[in-house]
């Protein structure tokens, strides 16, 4: 049970695999006030960043749950580098299922619903680790424009226009579940630009280094085509953000 190995080539030395920069994530942080003592699940948790870093400026304490070898003993690592190790916890696992033995104060799913199927699925998958007036944080993709046709819809990585919901579509989704919305912080269009370029310098570095692996044809391809799709579809019609949900 793991990623494909292009997963890990592509985000390379990145802590934080999606549109965040490390001020985004800090500003989550704060804006949904947490304090000393708080217990945290994050499913699907990659590398960890999101509860090491708020363990180091926030004393809370929590597991991250990670389908990714990889990205969990990254994790580990990197909760014994900011001194963290003995508050928070990384299972190499599946996240789809999976709950907390003990109710948490905050549980999330930052950029990966689909272990939920979707994200009324995911807020099911949460709220059953959530103890009662407890946060849930869903990280999700949005329509910034609609989308003139089914080729900017793939280029955006969805396989039909409906897998994605404009953002005021989206916040009725949670407001139509019975959550209020409380707090939210947006990727811009930099913070994308960041995430997204860095995987290209990700590749280079890689295929300089490894010209006859099995995979050098593939993800030349995937660096040749990238950047094109990129600017002309994902940065003006994709958006993401993070939101912050209680139970109305």
């Known amino acids: 049970m793991d990623l494909p190995r292009s997963f890990t080539i592509r985000e390379g030395d990145l802590r934080i695999l999606n549109p965040f920069t490390s001020e985004k994530l800090a500003t989550l942080g704060q804006a949904v006030r947490l304090r000393p003592g708080m217990s945290l699940?994050?499913?699907?948790?990659?590398?960890?960043?999101?509860?090491?870093?708020?363990?180091?400026?926030?004393?809370?304490?929590?597991?991250?749950?990670?389908?990714?070898?990889?990205?969990?003993?990254?994790?580990?690592?990197?909760?014994l580098s900011l001194g963290v190790a003995d508050r928070v916890d990384f299972v190499h696992g599946d996240a789809a299922g999976y709950v907390a033995a003990t109710p948490v104060d905050v549980a999330a799913c930052i950029g990966a619903t689909w272990?939920?199927?979707?994200?009324?699925?995911?807020?099911?998958?949460?709220?059953?680790?959530?103890?009662?007036?407890?946060?849930?944080?869903?990280?999700?993709?949005?329509?910034?424009?609609?989308?003139?046709?089914?080729?900017?819809?793939?280029?955006?990585?969805?396989?039909?226009?409906?897998?994605?919901?404009?953002?005021?579509?989206?916040?009725g989704l949670f407001r139509d579940s019975g959550w209020d919305l409380v707090e939210m912080v947006l990727a811009s269009q930099d913070s994308w630009d960041r995430y997204a370029a860095a995987h290209w310098l990700n590749l280079r570095t890689w295929l300089d280094g490894n010209p006859d692996d099995e995979l050098a044809g593939e993800l030349r391809q995937e660096l040749t085509d990238d950047p094109l799709r990129y600017v002309r579809y994902v940065r003006e019609h994709l958006g993401w953000g993070v939101f912050a949900l209680m139970r109305r």
Do not use: N
């Open 41 to 79: 699940l994050d499913l699907a948790s990659g590398r960890g960043e999101l509860l090491c870093t708020w363990a180091r400026d926030h004393g809370i304490s929590g597991t991250g749950v990670d389908i990714s070898t990889v990205s969990t003993e990254a994790a580990r690592v990197r909760a």
């Open 115 to 171: 272990i939920g199927d979707g994200v009324a699925g995911t807020l099911q998958l949460l709220e059953r680790s959530l103890r009662p007036g407890g946060m849930l944080l869903v990280g999700e993709p949005y329509w910034r424009i609609d989308p003139p046709d089914e080729e900017t819809v793939r280029a955006c990585y969805a396989r039909t226009k409906d897998e994605f919901r404009s953002l005021p579509s989206l916040v």
